[in-house]
Every structure is written in structure tokens, then in C-alpha cells.
């Protein structure tokens, strides 16, 4: 069967216009505690995926600025300590609104994700500056390095579908039937465990993966999972 590689992402759905709106994250939440009440247990609040999501520890790009979400709402800016809110406004914006805690300044953002799906952009709604943060615990490695060029190439899955890996970062998925083009982006944590992701038109979808020894198959599981596909070269 053909993997599904079109696996939704949080931030797919801000718009293309930056600009702050009212925000109408309550509205968004009360429809969806409606939902939950009527016998959704267990669903998180848009807001709060959101919130979910975003927590981690982020490192700015090009700077050594690193910003820490919690949970609970609270963060930490190169020592200074803030609150934020996730949510949305009326022009579709996914929302990040950071107070700090000792000057009260305010910063509001649209949320989206960066061309990676590992990093996320956060655009100023309120004239400010732009930033990328990317995770703090990844390597992001070029498609040149040799953990990644054992990659390139042509795999199949055994169901006679096929993934092409080319070094400029491009993938073409290909099934008895169609054929689908994407990106994809490697990446290491701090244990050295290798990643990719496959990105697609509206979502992406990852795997850990491990080569064999002679290059000619690899072994793929998406993370959170126990599932082992293995793909064979061409």
C-alpha cells in the first residue's frame, strides 16, 4: 500500500495575508468544547494543540537566541520569562502572542510551518521582527553529507510503489497509478538517530530510518510507533 504522505500539519491552514485580525480563538473553542461535550472526551482544544505543538525548546535561526514553550503558558527568552497564548484571529492566522513578564511588551505572530516541517515561522502581525526557529536537539544535515546520500536513489516498497530521492532535495512518489512530487529534509538528534521527512502538498509525514550495511535497503519507523517498513534499492 502506498505510504500516506499527506498526514495534516498543525499550521497548514494560515492564510497567505500577515495581518492581525480580532482574534476569534474563543469562538474556535467554544465550537470545539461543544463538540467535546457531546461525547468527543478526550479532544484538545484547537488552542491548545496549538500550545502542544509549539512547546519545546527553539533556537533562532542565523542567532543564538533560544526561546523555551511550556505547556502551561509560560516560556523563558534568553533568561526573561514570558507568557503566550496559541489561537487564531479573523483572518486565519494561526496565533502566537508573547507578553513578557517584566516590561509586559507584547508580541503577536502568525505561526506557519518552515520549508523543513521540523522548523516553524512565526511572520510579526505587529511590525516586528520575522524569526525561524528550529528545534534545539536537531542537526539539520545537508542532502551532500553521507548519512543522507545513502538515501538518494530509487527505493521500492515491495507493493510495487516507488520513491525517487534526489540531492536537491526533491522526491517523487510514484504507484501503479499516479504520481506525486514532494521534498524531503533529513535530520539527526542528539543519540545520532537518523530522520527524514517527506513533505506534500497539505502535510508531511516522518520516519526514522536506518541503512543496511550494503546501501541496499532501508528500514523506516514513524516515530511514536513499532511499525518497520523496509524499502529495497532499485
Not at 500516506?4 to 470545539?32: H, L, N, R, Y
Not at 503558558?73 to 487564531?88: L, N, V
Not at 541503512?211 to 514513524?222: H, K
Request: some cysteine.
Amino acid at each position: 500500500m502506498l505510504l500516506a504522505v499527506a498526514a495534516i500539519c498543525f499550521v497548514s491552514g494560515c492564510s497567505e495575508e500577515k495581518k492581525a485580525g480580532e482574534s476569534t480563538t474563543d469562538e474556535v473553542d467554544q465550537f470545539a468544547s461543544s463538540v467535546q461535550n457531546s461525547g468527543g472526551e478526550g479532544i484538545l482544544l484547537p488552542s491548545e494543540s496549538v500550545t502542544k505543538v509549539l512547546s519545546d525548546t527553539w533556537v533562532v535561526s542565523g542567532s543564538d537566541e533560544i526561546y523555551v514553550f511550556e505547556e502551561d503558558g509560560t516560556g523563558a527568552k534568553d533568561g526573561g520569562s514570558f507568557t503566550f497564548e496559541c489561537g487564531f484571529d479573523d483572518e486565519k492566522n494561526i496565533t502566537l502572542k508573547i507578553v513578557m513578564d517584566d516590561t509586559k511588551e507584547e508580541s503577536l505572530y502568525a505561526i506557519s510551518s518552515d520549508d523543513t516541517g521540523y522548523g516553524i515561522d512565526l511572520t510579526s502581525l505587529d511590525e516586528g521582527e520575522n524569526l525561524k526557529l528550529l528545534p534545539e536537539n536537531l542537526e539539520f544535515m545537508e542532502n551532500s553529507d553521507e548519512r543522507v546520500q545513502g538515501l538518494l536513489g530509487t527505493w521500492s516498497d515491495g507493493s510495487g510503489n516507488q520513491y525517487t530521492f534526489e540531492e536537491d532535495g526533491k522526491v517523487t512518489i510514484e504507484s501503479s497509478d499516479s504520481e506525486t512530487e514532494g521534498t524531503f529534509n533529513a535530520v539527526a538528534d542528539e543519540n545520532g538517530n537518523l530522520f527524514f521527512r517527506l513533505r506534500v502538498e497539505g502535510g508531511s509525514l516522518e520516519f526514522e530510518y536506518k541503512l543496511s550495511e550494503d546501501g541496499n535497503s532501508v528500514d523506516l519507523v514513524s516515530p511514536g510507533t513499532d511499525t518497520i517498513h523496509t524499502w529495497t534499492k532499485e
